[in-house]
């Protein structure tokens, strides 16, 4: 076989959903030639199959994948009822009353070649401040409920941070449908009943549907969620269950009005048997309750997350089961398996949108031809392996630190020894301040920062690197540092006046 014949030339796409047409679009966008797709595309979906389609809020890099995509900012705003994100408001993790904020961004310039969090623990140590947040721009911009996008000047405070989008997901996919079909990609509508395979392979060759037509094709993306039709039920691809360090294994999402403007920012409120969502859009507000069922029955959490809403609920609980994991092998034969069909993070940091885009950039990196290349699965995997990892153990922290002392849930959590990986990293950063990043992190040096320090664990001191300076001059260059950010936030519109042209 030559290697034209051996190239890859359909691909069908299992499922729709954010995942589904993320993934239509994206590989559209790549493989689109000034005579038309190079590659044909199919996604198959049935409209009496309904999607997730509750995570509403992202990371930064989303506006990469909109960018990647050809749209507009604008546009996808429009069309999503989007809100900027400056990062998380984490309630009541620790004692009730008490929260911190995981911002979009760093604490400061690096001076004489140390990160300014640095400076900033020297002076914590010594009892010069309370907390880092006043040098965080984007953690000070949303408490002040203010908001426009980043300066291009870099001597300028407002340069330094990032922001991320919080959008109606069902709107999202919507728009990603019209995109994915005006560059070719065809919808086929219909409920799949049979995954064929070939007899020697074990490859999938087709998927039946309850009508009798089949979708053939070289190469399949399983976006078929929670089920895992393709990469599960049929390639046998296993589970790596993480429960025991992240025990919650329920939601309830549940939309309501809001009642006051939207805010730049999530909320992730602490309960006594998991944690409660509030994610403010231009139209309404998505409400959620993770939850662990060992700890909450089914009705109390809904009890419980309806006596936190703002207002009455716009729709029907939509109720979630999941085993906290991921697939052992996500590209296994000729099957990948993207979104909740390779695995489940609970939304706590807001990655499940950011592991299906950078999962499918990582696709169009390895794409194979019809050989499917051994050594191409393998890196795929192992990298796919690793970025979960991270978020994961991201997410453990949280749990682990949270100092609440209702339920049994959070003793557990504080309880069970975490991975190895984090437990390196929180004995490096008690001891000195340090973040060792490892391979394919999704989160940077701020970001642990953030939320070692709001959860109470400071370094017991600082790098000995910053201890040149007199201490009082580092607390005049703080207080100067910080006040200019306080400024430049004063100089910025409110959120709700930089979306107002954009409501629905």
Known sequence: MDQASGEVRRVA???????????????????????????????????????????????????????MLGLAEDDFIRSTAATAKLGICFKDWGAPGSDYFHGFGDYGPTVAGQAWRQYLFRLKAAGRIEGIEPWSLPAVMARAGRFAPPVDDPRSALSHYSYAF????????????????????????????????????????????????????????????FRGLLIEQSMKAGYEDWSHWLPCDRAIALPCAAARPAEPFTTARARSAGWQWRIPLQHRVGNGYVYSSAHIDDQAALDDLLGQVESPPLAEPNRLRFVTGRRREVWKGNVVALGLASGFLEPLESTSISLIQNAIGRLLQLFPDRGFDPALIREYNRASALEVERIRDFIVLHYHLAQRADGDLWRQCRETTPPDSLMHKIELFRAQGDVPLLEDESFREDSWTAVFTGLGVWPRRATPLVGVDELDDVERQAARFAELIRQAVASLPAHSEHFTGYAR
Do not use: K, N, Y
């Open 166 to 225: 919080q959008f109606d997901a069902g709107l999202f996919a919507r728009r990603l449908r019209t995109l994915a079909e005006g560059l070719g990609v065809m919808r086929c509508e219909g409920r799949i009943v049979d995954v064929v395979q070939h007899p020697d392979t074990g490859h999938v060759a087709a998927v039946r549907l309850e009508d009798d037509r089949q979708v053939e094709a070289d190469l399949f993306i399983d976006c078929s969620g």
């Open 13 to 67: 796409v299992v499922g729709g959903g954010t995942a589904g047409w993320m993934a239509a679009a994206a590989l559209a966008r790549a493989f689109t030639r000034p005579s038309g797709l190079a590659v044909e595309i199919t996604l198959v979906e049935s409209e009496s199959i309904g999607t997730v389609g509750v995570g509403e809020a992202t990371i930064p890099p989303i506006r990469q994948f909109i960018r």
